[in-house]
């Protein structure tokens, strides 16, 4: 399953470019790097991607608890485990060795101490506590002693079965690795959290009196544990109806908000943005289709709802604009105490640098506008990475950090640069069984751009090149093979500054093309003739 289009999608980047198919129509070979807007370029962006997301990375290496390896809560709850933080905190281990900031022996040393902490650690039918001490044992989240937390384990076990993926070598150490994880895996009973024979999933057992509690149903960020319940051995699995019964997520396929289709959600405002962060920091959205939604539009759509929120409609006195937005839980700032889900329907003028920089895999222009201009602030800078909060209006900040929010933002930038979290992931046969199980199968893509979003107020595409490849993107479909060809025009007068011819095959494709004759921070016309002589056309500005 997602064979064919996950090839697609991850080696079309590296195979099919334009990229010396035919010199640009008329003018110079050069590259013209002295014209237009260079905030942008690849090397500006490159520079201050790489110094903040290995920031965030030592949350979860250098600021990680020294007995077991796993993440803290934040950097100021004293020396309390966070057991889904550490789950994304496994992922963003995952990066800092592919990223060369830690060797291979030293990635593979700390998720064994953290496997070797979580086979001795208090469990509940296979389920850990939201909360644990480095010994092991509980600790009380609000109410819940001695109380297993379903949602928060299945965080913990993303992140493990990304970890199980990347180490894959057949050395004695790696081997031993995998197995504990398939273990850790195997003993999480994801059935019992039904309440023994429920038609859901209830996120808390109780184990002192028996009780469950907080029945889990969507949309919200608890996806994944109904996925990972679905993907289990058979004898803790549940079953495809309890998905069906259970999640039951409202579909609302014709809904438009704000000129973007939000197919999932009752909050027509999408909620806050972990929504679309912690399920799909290893479930890749642009392969996942069922009857109710193309999960990649509802992501996409949820962000830029979000974003247009905060710089269309909220109180101008927030102080919200292009580089400075983004809503989703975190701590209070400034005069506005307190932990809140921040979204749209609660707004007190504090954002999260995460929720831009989380979702950079779906807004990677309007994120990049963030990262600039926060990394320019002083007070939006703590010991690892951003601060957690920000109040613009009062220029005032929060710079403890959270596991939870600092392992999306070095998980999702990964996802963004090299697509190297979602593929391991998918590729794990647990997850290939829990989305056939689910009946999420490959999406039907209509011909065109299928993943070009304009902004909906301005009707314009932003495009910048790719931080790392340097090269302009554009993904599109085709339903024939044949030739395509693809004219860019200067916006005010309709010249053609580079005309690109490549073979296509049918199905998805991308077209890469560099900087030579594009004055950045202009506005272009991008026309796309394909093989069956249809032409689609957008409007963008190329940065």
């Known amino acids: 399953m997602f064979r064919i289009i996950a090839t697609i999608l991850f080696m079309s980047l590296l195979s099919v470019s334009c990229q010396g198919k035919e010199p640009p129509a008329g003018g110079t070979d050069t590259p013209v790097y ?9 090397a500006s962006v490159r520079k201050v991607l790489d110094r903040q997301q290995k920031a965030a990375f030592n949350y979860f290496y250098e600021g990680a608890e020294p007995q077991s390896g796993m993440a803290l809560e934040g950097n100021n709850r004293g020396n309390t ?5 550490s789950g994304f905190g496994a992922m963003a281990i995952v990066v800092g060795v592919e990223r060369g900031w830690i060797s291979r022996e030293e990635g593979v040393s700390r998720i064994r101490k953290m496997i070797d902490f979580l086979k001795s650690a208090d469990r509940y039918q296979g389920v850990w506590s939201h909360w644990h001490n480095p010994d092991g044992s509980y600790v009380a989240f609000g109410d819940q002693k001695a109380c297993g937390d379903i949602v928060e384990t299945s965080y913990m076990i993303e992140g493990l079965i990304v970890a199980k993926e990347f180490f894959d070598s057949s050395s004695e150490t790696e081997t031993a690795l995998r197995n504990d994880i398939d273990e850790l895996y195997d003993s999480v009973d994801w059935k019992a959290y039904t309440g ?19 029945k ?8 994944v544990t109904y996925l990972l319940a679905l993907g289990a051995n058979e004898e803790h699995a549940i079953s495809p109806d309890i998905y069906e019964k259970g999640w039951n997520a409202p ?10 289709t939000l197919p999932l959600g ?11 962060h912690y399920s799909f920091l290893g479930f890749d959205p642009r392969l996942m289709q069922d009857s109710k939604a193309w999960y990649w539009q509802q992501v996409v759509s949820h962000t830029m709802i979000n974003r247009h929120y905060c710089l269309y409609e909220a109180p101008a006195e927030n102080g919200y604009r292009n580089g400075v937005w983004g809503l989703t839980a975190c701590y209070g700032a400034g005069s506005t105490s307190g932990y809140s889900a921040r979204n749209p329907k609660n707004d007190d003028g504090v954002m999260a640098p995460t929720a831009a920089l989380s979702s950079y895999p779906y807004t990677p222009f309007y994120s990049t506008q963030v990262l600039l201009e926060l990394d320019k602030i002083e007070l939006c800078q703590g010991q690892f990475g951003f601060a957690d909060s920000y109040k613009p209006s009062e220029n005032a900040s929060n710079r403890n950090h959270l596991a939870i929010d600092q392992g999306p933002i070095v998980v999702m930038m990964e996802n963004y640069r090299s697509g190297l979290i979602w593929k391991l992931f998918m590729r794990n046969e647990n997850v290939r069984k829990a989305l056939e199980r689910a009946g999420i199968g490959e999406p039907s893509f209509k011909q065109g751009f299928p993943f070009v979003v304009a902004d909906s107020k301005t009707g314009i595409v932003d495009l910048m090149a790719h931080p790392d490849r340097e090269l302009y993107e554009l993904q599109f479909y085709s339903e024939k093979a044949g030739k395509a060809s693809f004219k860019i025009m200067l916006g005010s007068t309709m010249d053609e500054v580079q005309v690109h011819e490549m073979d296509v095959e049918s199905g998805l494709s991308t077209f890469s093309f560099d900087d030579k004759n594009i004055t950045r921070g202009k506005k272009y016309y991008i026309s796309m003739t394909l093989p069956d002589g249809r032409t689609y056309q957008i409007e963008t500005i190329l940065h």
Not at 81 to 85: E, L
């Open 34 to 42: 002295s014209k237009g807007d260079q905030t942008y370029t690849p």
């Open 216 to 223: 889990v149903a969507g949309w919200n960020e608890c996806f």
């Open 196 to 214: 023994n024979g429920g038609d859901a999933l209830y996120w808390l057992w109780y184990s002192l009196e028996d009780r469950y509690s907080l």
């Open 251 to 260: 579909a609302f396929p014709d809904r438009k908000v704000n000129g973007y």
């Open 266 to 276: 009752k909050n027509e405002k999408g909620g806050p943005l972990f929504f679309s």
């Open 81 to 85: 485990i966070t057991i889904g933080g």
